[in-house]
């Protein structure tokens, strides 16, 4: 099946999980729309106040529709766009993991559990992305999409644990209102984290290149993670988060002025774009910015907006984007200009672009009309000099000609020379550009079907009960006049880049960019990475050692220099006999700096390890001294065996400079451990009270009176398992290149 030449059937099970997760939804939808929600939670790790916890309300029960709804429309489409092609099986399986991921996200209520399903869409949408892996852009595409979205949930995780900590609990519903939230000083840096995450996860300038270059991945990829799913999951959490934050400094102008310049920046770039794909890419960048910029004007009607503009874009761009993928799979191009006359032979596919067209435009009656009306209807009272208005009806004059250059030019006009062989798609094809374009048009002429499901969303992320009314005619006044205004630009910019056969803008924006900026990033990492190994790691190994002494030294001895006063030193009682092996460990050290004999330093330096075994047996440590002998007795056996290897090597004597250097690096490292050896003896004041715990627990909970080894075997035995997998995987790999032979010569 991996290789794309098993037959249909079987592929129709993948269907069953976008079906599955819609059905089991759909029951609960009288609750929700009542105003209620359902939560859920199991005890996840309950000494941190983690939990598996899930709320299902208004907000997560529309996205998690769309994520179901339009998953299924894209699992059928895939069935047959992906016949053939290699790795079916593998495709469909991350997709399946990104459409769970993705559910998780936005039912869950817990930071923690939120975090790890964030970062699951970005693993998952990595191979989706690099799906092709054998294509370099594939893989470059995939990579710069998981790094920045990767850099953003770590810093989503730093701040959802900042607000976790501010608030006193890790549920998102809780957090609301918290006392004393507004006025903590950690707020702010908790605004900016999640606020790079949002920014990173739902491609907001200045992080918004990844998403136009995450088109090498699939169509069926583009059409869910980049137009309905994943990249809305920035949007989603902004407006979780809105009822929360939404007093915080901050929060609502970082929004807004961000989603101004992302929807700006988005929408005219798309103008330099010949790749359909690639437009509607530079398009969704666009509306995602204008999502956040409804956002962050936080009033009841931005929010109302929000939610209906949302379902609206899901909505035409799925669709757009599975027509742009059933034109290309029909004559192997996406470039409009060489494409013409193809309502000719792809009448079905002709009229579903029309339709999510003229919902792209914002033009009657469609819903993305009734979204751009109540955009419109916010923005332009917004602000005394109508900033967010302007940035509005630019945004919707590129919009309105990139939609008539999508729907009219290839299919209309005589017949370009790609269109030749083309065909009508397939119905597997066809089914989800059908279904998403009649979702276009048929709510805004019955707008109370959908009235309460954006009603019950917008009550979430307000915090208070609201109702969203549908409406294709609100009156005369500015916002009708600027979407006209807009409409008619857009139309005679569709006139000139037709005129000319190309699109407007063909030149690069001046200077470097956002992305240039992360290119040189990427390239000097490797070389930022080098210059500090060359600092840090000596050629020899006695540079090496110096290096590290030194800085355990400085560290450890800063830490005792500044950590307070010192405690009385005492004298310690010792018996003859433990006097006399610390003057055999001492006259031994002190013998293997002046031996030039290499065989006799490893004896003497071996006497020196039994001297210390015999301390711990003295002690009441016969677990360390058994280690201890085992490791002292190994080390000389080596040892021996090494040099006799390399005894035909001369080795010449340190000179006396490097001799003094070597004294003094040996000298601050023995007041070290005299200095740590004299606050464990003196300066403990009993207990500890993990010290208490063990004594306390090992023989109650493990059945163990050496407290040691109950702590190395039981209470932290997942520690021991660790180092022993290690040490069995270090092992085979000191096998393989013991077993291994150098190849002959001429041979690799």
């Given amino acids: 099946m991996a290789s794309g030449k098993s037959p249909h059937a079987p592929s129709w099970l993948w269907v069953l999980a976008p079906f599955m997760a819609s059905a089991a939804l759909l029951p609960s939808y009288p609750v929700i729309g009542s105003g209620n929600g359902l939560t859920w939670s199991a005890p996840w790790v309950p000494g941190l106040g983690f939990q598996y916890a899930l709320r299902l309300d208004g907000l997560s029960f529309l996205f998690a529709m769309l994520i179901s709804g339009i998953g299924l429309l894209i699992f059928i489409y895939a069935r047959t766009y992906m016949a053939g092609e290699p790795g079916r099986v593998r495709f469909f399986s991350w997709l399946t993991v990104f459409m769970a991921s993705m559910l998780g996200l936005v039912l869950s209520d817990d930071v923690l559990l939120l975090f790890v399903c964030w970062e699951l869409t970005s693993v998952s949408s990595y191979f989706l992305i690099g799906h092709r892996h054998r294509e370099e852009g594939s893989r470059a595409a995939a990579h710069q999409a998981l790094m920045v979205t990767g850099i953003g949930g770590l810093a989503l995780l730093c701040g959802l644990l900042i607000l976790s900590s501010i608030t006193g609990t890790t549920r998102l519903s809780e957090m609301a209102g918290a006392p004393g939230l507004l006025g903590n000083p950690l707020t702010p840096a908790a605004v900016v984290l999640i606020l790079a995450g949002c920014c990173t996860k739902s491609a907001q300038w200045p992080f918004h290149f990844w998403l136009p270059n995450a088109m090498a991945a699939p169509t069926p990829v583009s059409a869910y993670l980049h137009s309905s799913t994943m990249v809305k999951a920035g949007v989603y959490l902004a407006l979780r988060c809105h009822p929360i934050l939404s007093g915080a400094p901050g929060w609502g102008c970082a929004l807004a002025w961000l989603g101004a310049a992302t929807a700006l920046a988005g929408t005219v770039s798309a103008l330099r774009e010949r790749d359909m794909k690639r437009q509607l890419a530079y398009l969704t960048v666009g509306a995602l910015g204008t999502l956040m910029l409804l956002i962050g004007l936080g009033s009841e009607k931005a929010l109302q907006a929000v939610v209906v503009y949302l379902v609206a874009h899901a909505l035409y761009k799925g669709s757009l984007f599975m027509l742009v993928g059933g034109v290309d799979h029909a004559t192997g191009t996406r470039d409009a200009s060489e494409l013409g006359g193809l309502r000719k032979v792809m009448p079905i596919t002709a009229g579903c672009a029309m339709a999510a067209a003229v919902s792209l435009a914002g033009a009657p009656p469609s819903m993305g009309f009734i979204g751009k009306e109540s955009l419109l209807g916010v923005v332009w009272p917004a602000t005394p000099d109508r900033l967010y208005a302007l940035v509005a009806y630019l945004s919707g004059t590129i919009m309105a000609a990139l939609a008539l250059w999508v729907a009219l030019r290839p299919f209309w006009g005589p017949t370009g020379k790609a269109s030749a062989k083309a065909h009508e798609s397939a119905w597997s094809l066809l089914c989800g550009p059908v279904v998403l374009s009649v979702g276009s048009i048929l709510p805004a002429l019955v707008p109370g079907s959908v009235e309460g499901l954006l009603s019950a969303a917008a009550s979430s992320a307000l915090g208070r009960s609201t109702h969203v009314h549908l409406s294709l005619w609100h009156g005369w006044g500015p916002p009708l006049w600027i979407g006209l205004a807009a409409l008619a ?201 993990s010290s208490q715990y063990f004594s306390e627990t090992s023989l109650v909970s493990a059945h163990g009176r050496n407290i040691v080894n109950v702590i190395i075997v039981d209470f932290r035995g997942i520690d021991t398992m660790g180092e022993i997998t290690v040490l069995a995987v270090a092992g085979i790999g000191v096998y393989a290149l013991l077993k291994a032979r150098l190849p002959k010569d001429g041979q690799r």
């Fill in 489 to 689: 630009t857009g139309w005679a910019l569709y006139g000139i880049a037709r005129r000319k056969d190309a699109p407007v803008l063909r030149a690069d924006f001046p200077g470097p960019g956002p992305e240039a900026l992360y290119t040189a990033c990427m390239k000097a990492l490797p070389e930022a990475a080098a210059r500090v190994t060359l600092c840090t790691q000596a050629d020899r190994l006695r540079d090496a050692i110096r290096t590290f002494v030194v800085v355990l030294t400085l560290a450890v001895g800063g830490t005792l220099a500044v950590r307070g006063p010192w405690p009385a030193l005492g004298s310690i009682a010792a018996h003859p006999h433990e006097i006399w092996i610390c003057v055999l460990i001492i006259v031994t050290a002190i013998a293997a700096i002046r031996l030039a004999e290499r065989f006799a330093i490893v004896a003497v330096l071996g006497a020196t390890g039994l001297g210390v075994t015999m301390i711990f047996v003295l002690y009441g440590a016969p677990d360390l001294a058994m280690t201890q002998f085992a490791v002292e007795t190994l080390t000389v056996i080596l040892l021996a065996l090494v040099l006799h290897r390399f005894s035909m090597l001369e080795t010449g004597r340190s000179s006396s400079g490097q001799r003094a250097v070597d004294l003094f690096v040996a000298s601050c490292l023995g007041v070290l451990m005299w200095a740590l050896a004299s606050v464990a003896l003196h300066g403990r004041q009993g207990l500890s009270a």
